[in-house]
């Protein structure tokens, strides 16, 4: 995809248990360490044995960095193992992050999340937490994304459109299903506080990835250059103001979430669709009554109040 913008691009492996790698590597930790090779001389786990993997990449950075010097100016693409721990609270990766910054490197964190985790209440405000708290460990620029969105719903019907989700919209709405679950009405009060957590930091969204589609790919490409500042690069002579070149440096669009559900997502009867969201708007029940009026958490950030119409209200897809 990135050869399409005529741009260099490395992929470096940061995985030690990547054992089978779809793609051509310009770096593999497995030349400097590897997840069976931990394993068994120190008889770790799985999880034991990645985190001393990470802690020995960081003892020996300079490997990583002397590999790096060939690629100069590439646009490189790291690619991390998947397990939590390592970005939620264990430090080696964090560090590892902050020397590649010291020496110059602009760096955006891409957190990739199956799509079809927003089918289920529970894993859906797991993945939120897991998101935020990547976001305030790694301290970088951050962009999480819901993959896989074209399969979305082989796992099972979304509760609200797939804007709800993408825009972490009033999680207050959730509750009732959270409550309703066998082992999750055991912690109501529990559900009611990480839900008020993920909304009061406010700062988790999403974007959608369809990676067999070339425009989902560009959208998304475009999304991870204007976080890292990529569309601000190139300054021309005279002096231009820096906002003038980023607007001139190329077409970033923005993801209409709703161009991608009528593509992907089914609504099998409109017409149902169409009476059930009728009777949802006038009259909300058990999600919490009519609203009239509220506070944009996100715009409330900056003092800012928002008008609700009925289109503001989730909607429930049947």
Not at 223 to 229: E, N, P, Y
Not at 272 to 284: A, P, S, V, Y
Request: with cysteine.
């Amino acid at each position: 995809m990135t050869n399409n913008y005529h741009r260099k691009v490395s992929i470096v492996n940061i995985d030690p248990a990547n054992d089978h790698i779809p793609y051509p590597c310009a770096v593999n930790i497995a030349d400097l360490i590897t997840l069976d090779d931990v394993m068994d001389e120190f008889g770790l786990g799985p999880n034991g044995g990645m985190m001393y993997c990470m802690e020995y990449l960081e003892k020996n950075l300079d490997w990583l960095i002397e590999k790096l010097k060939p690629l100069k100016d590439d646009c490189i693409l790291f690619d991390f193992p998947g397990q939590v721990e390592l970005f939620t609270h264990h430090n080696s990766v964090k560090n590892i992050l902050e020397q590649l910054q010291k020496i110059n490197y602009r760096l955006v964190t891409v957190h990739l999340v199956d799509a079809h985790y927003c089918t289920d209440p529970a894993k859906y405000i797991s993945v939120l937490l897991l998101s935020l708290k990547t976001m305030l460990q790694l301290e970088l620029p951050h962009v999480n994304v819901l993959s896989k969105v074209d399969l979305i719903e082989t796992y099972g019907k979304l509760n609200f459109s797939l804007e709800y989700y993408t825009e972490v919209m009033d999680l207050s709405y959730l509750l009732d299903s959270l409550n309703a679950d066998a082992f999750g009405k055991k912690y109501q009060n529990l559900n009611k506080a990480l839900c008020e957590l993920i909304e009061d930091f406010s700062l988790v969204g999403f974007y959608t990835l369809c990676v067999e589609e070339k425009d989902s790919m560009t959208k998304l490409q475009q999304v991870i250059d204007k976080a890292g500042g990529f569309v601000f690069g190139g300054l021309t002579e005279g002096n231009e103001s820096i906002m003038l070149t980023a607007m001139k440096s190329g077409n970033w669009q923005h993801e209409d979430v709703r161009d991608v559900q009528e593509k992907w997502i089914d609504n099998d009867d409109n017409e149902d669709e169409d009476t059930e969201n009728d009777d949802l708007q006038g009259n909300i029940g058990g999600m919490g009554g009519i609203i009239n009026r509220a506070v944009d958490k996100r715009s409330n950030r900056f003092g800012a109040t928002k008008e609700f119409t009925e289109n503001d209200i989730p909607r429930r897809i049947v």
